[in-house]
């Protein structure tokens, strides 16, 4: 079985451009969530996906968005880049509405010049 | 509204030593608990997880948790630490009473196991 993919692996942009961020997660699984790793430190939740529909937001501004394909897959946008949104974006799936496991994929690097 | 803390940065552990790693949480229900480690540069690696049950949970490579529940904690342990133990590892909870909770994460613990 097929675990969390993200692409890409890496990503460089400067400032003020906008990023796209990809996720598919483990087949069967149908939430999607996203978090923001800066410097090796903790994980802030950014965005939380299930059945399509976005279900919680952590506490991020506006121009953090995605949304959630009816295959499951996910996309993460970020606009008006910023030097401090240089982090490492995970993603991970679950199965919602079960006490199953939230497996992460290996995430994409954002670095912003 | 529900919370997880690790009040320890790091850990410093000689190898053959047991080691624990702490974390408290808060959740209005019944708390569903995580443990995971992350390798540098890599996503995060399952260890671990309480749901209901048995207080000691085991997981992978040798790593256990305990639940209290009267004390708020999920301890990650194990007996005799190895070098390659040496990674980040993060506490997760969910609140299992609450349709519309999320995963969230503590701010990880740095464990270095010394040779």
């Known amino acids: 079985e097929a675990g969390v993919t993200q692409s890409p692996t890496h990503l460089i942009k400067t400032r003020g451009q906008q990023a796209t961020l990809r996720c598919s997660p483990i087949s069967g699984h149908t939430s999607v969530y996203w978090y923001q790793q800066a410097l090796g430190l903790g994980l802030q939740f950014l965005l939380w996906y299930d059945e399509g529909e976005e279900r919680n937001r952590g506490n991020f501004p506006p121009r953090f968005s995605g949304r959630q394909f009816p295959n499951y897959s996910s996309e993460l946008n970020v606009n008006a880049l910023e030097l401090e949104d240089s982090a490492l974006y995970l993603c991970?799936?679950?199965?919602?509405?079960?006490?199953?496991?939230?497996?992460f994929g290996p995430g994409t690097r954002l670095t912003v010049l | 509204a529900q919370s997880v803390a690790q009040p320890e940065d790091q850990v410093n552990v000689a190898e053959g030593n047991p080691l624990t790693v702490k974390c408290t949480y808060s959740v209005s229900g019944n708390p569903y608990l995580f443990w995971y480690v992350q390798y540098p540069n890599r996503g995060l690696q399952f260890l671990l997880k309480?749901?209901?049950?048995?207080?000691l949970v085991k997981g992978s490579y040798g790593f256990e948790a305990e639940f209290n529940k009267s004390q708020t904690s999920f301890h990650l342990k194990k007996p005799s630490a190895l070098v390659s133990d040496s990674a980040l590892y993060f506490c997760?909870?969910?609140?299992?009473?609450?349709?519309?909770?999320?995963?969230?994460f503590g701010s990880g613990t740095r464990l270095s196991i010394r040779p």
């Open positions: 309480y749901i209901t049950g048995d207080n």
């Open positions: 997760a909870v969910r609140d299992l009473d609450s349709s519309a909770s999320k995963i969230i």
């Open positions: 991970a799936s679950i199965r919602e509405r079960s006490t199953d496991t939230q497996y």
